[in-house]
């Protein structure tokens, strides 16, 4: 029986406060009694914002087989339920990024409140030595992601050092600088950073843009306590406040946020391929549909103002070159544009186990976003362009499939459509059917290309 070799570009790890002594230099511990009050108040209204989403009757329309149910989520934080959930699904390797609502990060993140930065600094390093102890040991089915960019740093060399430490203990992958915003950031196209870019081509790391990048350290934080000190005058209940998250969130539109974008073009526009033509850069958990009207623009762009751009191509020659979308639950508009896309630099990623995700009903969503297309587009997009474009080892790979694999005939051939129910969950939870973007954003992006042009000296 053939089985699909499935690689998922998007996992989810955090680490449980229980771990924050262990892992948290021995002089910040002062600073864990405000922590744990900030995951109190976190937990109490994401745990509702999730079974408003993800949970209460709609458990009977998506987790038929109680995967979320008996626990399977624990694999946010335990090696053991991780590797059954991608058995279960037939996954044999995914890239693991931080960060989940089942507790609050550990100073450093956008969903953090506001912190010093040598605080942030030091929960990024607890981060990734906790990442290393609890996932490590399955380096052939667990790709880690270092945060480097979530986290301040006095001076580049510091930040590739802690890239070394990563790279030494088994990393792939590393988060681009900015993905949380602290004051004083160069842009990206800055030759501050090129030493950073030069290691990460050295070692064979991989940038990682997540959705997210570009948010500053504590931003949502202060969402969070915003909508609790209203709940609180208006003598609410945290059920409200859910509520109430979910519009100040869906505001933000973060998975379509422009800000991901701007980081692309500055790494593009800016030179960082040419300088360093061996970086991969990874999106992750961004969607897609943006993607043809976005690089229209950029490509006019780099027309008007190229002869004063220190990059050689077009935006959209660098990514055909040099990068690849891991599109994260995706969904059916961007299966209709996979062409417009570039079907040869999309891939998957499961976003496992968040509720927006894939997970737990892999193995249908992928039969009825990829099932109807030709099957050779669908294993590319499944495992195919990651392997070619990231350097993965096809051989192993394909071993671990043939023995945890979906049968191909799982995801092809003749299946009846979905329920409407399940359906409408997935775009409750995903937009699944949502129609792709316009050119609604242009504007958006137009002011901050504008800067940016400005800042290389390109426009006056």
Same mark, same amino acid.
């Given at each position: 029986?053939?089985?699909?070799?499935?690689?998922?570009?998007?996992?989810?790890a955090?680490?449980?406060?229980?771990?924050w002594?262990?892992?948290?230099?021995?002089?910040?511990?002062?600073?864990?009694p /405000?922590l744990? #009050?900030? %995951?109190?108040?976190?937990? =109490?209204?994401? *745990?509702?914002?999730?079974? @408003?989403n993800?949970?209460?009757?709609?458990?009977?329309?998506?987790?038929?087989?109680?995967?979320?149910?008996?626990?399977?989520?624990?694999?946010?934080?335990?090696?053991?339920?991780?590797?059954?959930?991608?058995?279960?699904?037939?996954?044999?390797?995914?890239?693991?990024?931080?960060?989940?609502?089942?507790a609050?990060?550990?100073?450093?993140?956008?969903?953090?409140?506001?912190y010093?930065?040598?605080?942030?600094?030091? /929960?990024?390093? #607890?981060? %990734?030595?906790w990442?290393? =102890?609890?996932? *490590?040991?399955?380096?052939? @089915?667990?790709?880690?992601?270092?945060?480097?960019g979530?986290?301040p740093w006095?001076?580049?060399?510091?930040l590739v050092?802690?890239?070394?430490?990563?790279?030494?203990?088994?990393?792939r992958?590393?988060?681009?600088?900015?993905?949380v915003?602290y004051?004083?950031l160069?842009p990206?196209?800055?030759?501050?950073?090129?030493p950073y870019?030069?290691?990460?081509?050295?070692?064979?790391?991989?940038?990682?843009?997540?959705? /997210?990048?570009?948010?500053?350290?504590?931003?949502?934080? =202060?969402?969070?306590?915003?909508?609790?000190?209203?709940?609180?005058?208006?003598?609410?209940?945290?059920?409200?406040?859910?509520?109430?998250?979910?519009s100040?969130?869906?505001?933000?539109?973060?998975?379509?946020?422009?800000?991901?974008?701007?980081?692309?073009?500055?790494?593009?526009?800016g030179?960082?391929?040419?300088?360093?033509p061996?970086l991969?850069?990874?999106?992750?958990?961004?969607?897609?549909?943006?993607?043809?009207?976005?690089?229209?623009?950029?490509?006019?762009q780099?027309?008007a103002?190229?002869?004063?751009?220190? =990059?050689?191509?077009?935006?959209?020659?660098?990514?055909?070159?040099n990068?690849i979308n891991?599109?994260s639950?995706?969904?059916?508009?961007?299966?209709?544009?996979?062409?417009e896309?570039?079907?040869?630099?999309?891939?998957?990623?499961?976003?496992?186990?968040?509720?927006?995700?894939?997970?737990?009903?892999?193995?249908?969503?992928l039969?009825d976003?990829?099932g109807?297309?030709?099957?050779?587009?669908?294993?590319?997009?499944?495992?195919?362009?990651?392997?070619r474009?990231?350097?993965?080892?096809?051989?192993?790979?394909?071993?671990?499939?043939?023995?945890?694999?979906?049968?191909a005939?799982?995801?092809?051939?003749?299946h009846?459509?979905?329920?409407?129910?399940?359906?409408?969950?997935?775009?409750?939870?995903?937009?699944?059917?949502?129609?792709?973007?316009?050119?609604?954003?242009?504007?958006?992006?137009?002011?901050?290309?504008?800067?940016?042009?400005?800042?290389?000296?390109?426009?006056?």
């Amino acid at each position: 029986m053939e089985k699909l070799t499935i690689v998922s570009l998007d996992g989810h790890a955090q680490m449980p406060p229980s771990a924050w002594p262990e892992f948290l230099e021995k002089r910040y511990h002062n600073h864990l009694p /405000g922590l744990n #009050a900030e %995951n109190e108040l976190f937990t =109490a209204i994401m *745990g509702r914002f999730m079974t @408003r989403n993800h949970g209460g009757d709609s458990l009977d329309i998506f987790d038929t087989d109680k995967a979320l149910r008996d626990g399977g989520w624990q694999g946010v934080w335990k090696l053991e339920p991780r590797i059954a959930q991608m058995d279960r699904e037939g996954i044999a390797a995914e890239f693991i990024h931080n960060g989940d609502s089942r507790a609050c990060g550990i100073f450093f993140q956008s969903s953090n409140t506001d912190y010093p930065m040598e605080l942030c600094q030091a /929960g990024v390093k #607890a981060y %990734n030595r906790w990442l290393h =102890a609890t996932f *490590g040991p399955e380096p052939d @089915r667990l790709y880690l992601i270092g945060m480097q960019g979530g986290a301040p740093w006095r001076d580049v060399g510091e930040l590739v050092e802690e890239l070394d430490w990563t790279a030494d203990h088994g990393f792939r992958a590393a988060t681009v600088p900015g993905y949380v915003v602290y004051p004083g950031l160069p842009p990206l196209f800055d030759p501050y950073w090129d030493p950073y870019w030069a290691r990460c081509e050295e070692r064979g790391i991989h940038l990682w843009m997540h959705a /997210g990048q570009g948010e500053r350290q504590g931003e949502l934080g =202060a969402i969070f306590h915003r909508v609790r000190k209203q709940i609180e005058q208006e003598k609410g209940d945290l059920n409200e406040a859910a509520i109430r998250l979910s519009s100040e969130f869906n505001k933000g539109q973060i998975f379509a946020s422009v800000k991901p974008r701007r980081a692309m073009w500055q790494l593009m526009m800016g030179g960082v391929f040419d300088r360093f033509p061996k970086l991969r850069l990874v999106l992750s958990e961004i969607y897609g549909d943006w993607m043809p009207r976005t690089f229209k623009f950029l490509d006019e762009q780099f027309e008007a103002h190229g002869d004063k751009l220190p =990059a050689k191509y077009k935006p959209s020659e660098y990514w055909q070159s040099n990068c690849i979308n891991g599109l994260s639950f995706i969904r059916r508009c961007e299966v209709a544009m996979r062409h417009e896309i570039g079907v040869d630099t999309m891939a998957f990623g499961r976003d496992y186990p968040h509720g927006e995700g894939t997970w737990p009903n892999t193995t249908v969503w992928l039969r009825d976003a990829l099932g109807g297309i030709p099957e050779a587009e669908s294993r590319a997009i499944l495992s195919g362009n990651a392997i070619r474009i990231l350097g993965l080892d096809q051989a192993k790979l394909d071993s671990i499939a043939a023995r945890i694999g979906l049968p191909a005939s799982e995801v092809f051939g003749e299946h009846p459509p979905l329920p409407e129910d399940l359906v409408a969950h997935f775009q409750k939870r995903a937009q699944y059917t949502a129609a792709p973007e316009g050119d609604e954003r242009i504007p958006e992006m137009d002011v901050m290309m504008r800067e940016d042009l400005w800042r290389v000296r390109a426009i006056a």
